[in-house]
């Protein structure tokens, strides 16, 4: 058990341009959820998957936004047109279905300048 | 809608001074209410869940507990090494599957 894994750990971009991350889950866990965080806040929810469908997107996740999971595997989320309010902690979390602890990876921090 | 709302925000204490950290919360059904570890920089590490009233776990010198209201945990003869943010997050019965964080209790523990 490798625990969750992202790609890149760090990504500075310029406003407009668009950029995607990566998620690992760990291995034979169905569900995959993505999280945002800033700066002296908690997490917040943005989506989740169960196995290759999205099933619920939270009102957070703009037009500009959007992820997959095409295999049920590894997950990818997209920002387009970045902005400097995208800034933020992109957190990636998994877990079995009907289990509900969830096991967080070690995020991506995105800085849009 | 789900809401968690912990106390203090931030807490510093003497290596070896034991305390309690609060989170309070309210959920229609509860399905699981979560602590983690967060460190500067790096994604929140699990260390329990809680399923209902009057449940407690430990974990070497953590133990959380749960109520109807409110979960706490208490750090017994803290170390430096405790020093971090701990959130606490809930599942709720409202259909929604992510969690509800609170903004955390930033905890300094001194040599």
């Known amino acids: 058990d490798t625990g969750v894994s992202q790609d890149p750990r760090h990504k500075i971009t310029k406003r407009g341009q668009n950029v995607t991350f990566r998620c690992d889950p760990i291995?034979?866990?169905?569900?995959l959820y993505w999280y945002r965080q800033t700066l002296g806040q908690g997490p917040e929810f943005l989506t989740y998957f169960q196995n290759e469908a999205q099933l619920e997107k939270s009102r957070l996740l703009s037009d500009r936004f959007s992820a997959e999971r095409p295999k049920g595997s590894f997950s990818t989320l997209e920002i387009q047109r970045t902005e400097q309010g995208d800034s933020a902690m992109y957190l990636c979390?998994?877990?079995?279905?009907?289990?509900?602890?969830?096991?967080f990876g070690p995020g991506t921090r995105l800085l849009v300048l | 809608e789900d809401q968690v709302t912990q106390s203090p925000e931030a807490l510093r204490l003497q290596e070896g001074e034991s305390s309690s950290l609060n989170c309070s919360y309210t959920?229609?059904?509860?399905?699981?209410l979560f602590w983690y570890r967060q460190d500067p920089g790096k994604g929140p590490e699990f260390l329990f869940t809680?399923?209902?009233a009057g449940e407690e776990k430990e974990k070497e010198r953590l133990k959380a507990t749960l109520t109807k209201k409110e979960s706490f945990l208490h750090i017994t003869a803290p170390k430096p090494e405790d020093s971090a943010t701990y959130l606490c997050a809930l599942a709720g019965g409202g259909g929604a599957d992510g969690l509800t964080f609170g903004k955390g209790t930033h905890l300094i523990i001194q040599p």
């Open positions: 809680l399923y209902s």
């Open positions: 979390a998994s877990s079995f279905f009907g289990q509900e602890t969830q096991y």
């Open positions: 959920v229609s059904g509860l399905r699981g």
């Open positions: 291995s034979e866990h169905n569900r």
